[in-house]
């Protein structure tokens, strides 16, 4: 028997492992519902219900194909001792996963397991992530030409065995199984699934991205301008490759159009290239995790450890999770995204921002909340993105966000604060971005009072940014930073031309990572 076992890539096309085991005799189809990962501090129920929905549309293409979808509950070694007693297993296959320190502990037993009993395991590449990658100077090559191989198609025939399979389990199942499954905690998040994600491309590519560039950055827009396939990639249902190729057709078909003489939008081309570029820096920050998997846990630049204390302001981190800082832009896109599990990138960066620059929160107390509200998290790019955010790589920019005047530029009528504040719903524009600014003899008239019904900010925005600067400056010009931060540029850093021209701290403001690229989608 041929074990195929399904992680983060559940779908049935573009699946190399699944066309492997197909090819060489019967196949088990196994997914595993692991305790360890299901009770981790990053997970939520969202992620569980994304998860059953890619697993069902799976259970029945693989049935469709003469095959069987074995699900179990435990912990991957046992599970496959358990398969072991019922079936005789020639192999195992699957993709190579870049994912948090569990994952990593848990793979690294399921190699004993199959040396103890001389199991042959295939794993091989799920997205442009080069394993034991030996300079990151060959990285772009490799990703480009592995990401130029086409898409796989599924399997026509599969030849199953019949085994017992717990079927889809939700939390309320899991939970009777002794696995205490964290709650749903976003009601408005998308469907899942391999045909949501393939319709969800489509429009994106046909339809909704025309504006991609423009329209990317603001709360308001960008649902619907923005690709939204990202919870998709994170559950594997659509791969990287799968996309990308799906945009390069996109813009065969557009030039060809255009030199047939139709009227082409030229926006369209703008918007492919950003996409595909973002496909790009996608890998480019997983590839990050997978050379250093520390990173889930120490700063990347070792000198800024000791810059902020993790578990310091907690009232501060408890109000920044509630959506209760007193900034109502800030506060409107922390209460959005635990309705709806998703921001555009600009909007996560500028959270990221506010609690990092103006309240002084360590990522790592960051780090885990962010993950179970992010329904397409990402555990290769969430971590490097934080310390980014945070200041703490030694080799990026600083980007400090002033959320004032971010919610003044992509919510300038104030719509979205009121849809998701709604104790300022009454306010006018020129006083809903600002509501401490509220002359006392009108705040009656609006139903609004500072600091009784809705919060004051916890700081000055322009004397916390400054104090802050300060404290990194007095890290970044230390003799140890400079030599750390060139490690971790040699390690981590883009090969842009312009990166080669760094100085001795890290690459200019416009090179390195090109911090203002965005991995998300």
């Not at 060959?138 to 399997?155: L, N, Q, V």
């Not at 994106?204 to 939204?228: K, Q």
């Not at 081309?269 to 990050?288: G, I, P």
Request: with cysteine; aromatic share 8%.
């Amino acid at each position: 028997m041929q074990v195929v076992w399904f992680k983060r890539d559940l779908r049935i096309r573009d699946h190399a492992p699944l066309c492997a085991a197909a090819e060489a005799g019967p196949v088990v189809a196994l997914y595993v519902y692991e305790p360890a990962l299901l009770t981790a501090p990053d997970f939520d129920g969202a992620h569980l219900r994304q998860i059953n929905a890619a697993l069902s549309e799976l259970a029945d293409a693989l049935a469709a194909r003469g095959g069987a979808l074995v699900t179990r509950v435990g912990d991957m070694p046992q599970v496959l001792e358990q398969l072991a007693d019922e079936v005789s297993i020639a192999a195992l296959h699957s993709h190579e996963e870049t994912t948090q320190a569990i994952a990593y502990a848990r793979d690294r037993a399921v190699r004993r397991w199959t040396r103890a009993r001389g199991v042959r395991w295939h794993e091989v590449p799920r997205t442009g992530v080069v394993r034991r990658l030996s300079s990151r100077d060959e990285w772009a090559a490799r990703w480009e030409d592995r990401m130029a191989t086409p898409p796989r198609s599924a399997p026509e025939r599969l030849h199953g065995v019949m085994l017992r399979s717990d079927g889809v389990l939700d939390a309320t199942a899991l939970r009777a199984r002794g696995v205490a499954v964290p709650d749903d905690s976003h009601p408005l998040f998308m469907p899942g699934g391999e045909r949501a994600a393939r319709r969800t491309l489509a429009s994106f590519l046909r339809e909704r991205g025309v504006d991609y560039r423009r329209a990317m950055s603001s709360p308001v827009t960008a649902p619907a301008a923005c690709s939204r396939i990202s919870e998709h990639l994170a559950v594997g249902a659509l791969s990287v490759r799968q996309a990308l190729h799906a945009a390069r057709h996109r813009r065969a078909q557009l030039r060809e159009a255009h030199r047939a003489g139709e009227v082409v939008d030229a926006r369209w081309f703008q918007a492919l290239q950003s996409f595909e570029s973002r496909l790009h820096w996608h890998c480019h920050f997983m590839q990050k995790l997978e050379d250093e998997p520390a990173l889930e846990f120490r700063c990347a630049c070792a000198p800024f450890e000791a810059l902020r204390t993790p578990g310091a302001h907690a009232d501060r981190l408890a109000a920044w999770q509630e959506g209760r800082t007193g900034v109502p832009f800030v506060d409107a896109c922390l209460r959005a995204l635990h309705a709806t599990g998703w921001l555009p990138f600009r909007m996560r960066a500028m959270l990221v921002s506010y609690a990092a620059w103006d309240l002084w929160l360590d990522w790592r107390d960051l780090a885990p909340w962010l993950a179970r509200q992010f329904v397409d998290y990402e555990p290769g790019i969430h971590y490097m993105q934080l310390q980014m955010q945070s200041g703490v790589t030694g080799i990026n920019t600083l980007r400090i966000y002033n959320p004032w005047q971010q919610g003044e530029r992509f919510d300038p009528t104030g719509s979205y604060i009121r849809r998701w504040v709604p104790e300022l719903v009454a306010l006018p524009a020129d006083f809903v971005h600002r509501p401490h600014d509220l002359p006392p003899l009108v705040q009656g008239m609006y139903g609004v009072t500072p600091g009784v019904t809705y919060p004051r900010p916890f700081t000055d925005h322009a004397a916390a940014v400054r104090e802050a600067k300060a404290r990194v400056s007095a890290v970044q010009q230390a003799p140890d930073t400079r030599r750390a931060a060139r490690g971790v540029f040699d390690r981590h850093g883009s090969r842009a031309q312009a990166a080669r021209q760094r100085g001795l701290v890290g690459p200019p403001a416009s090179a390195g990572d090109v911090t203002g690229q965005s991995p998300m989608l």
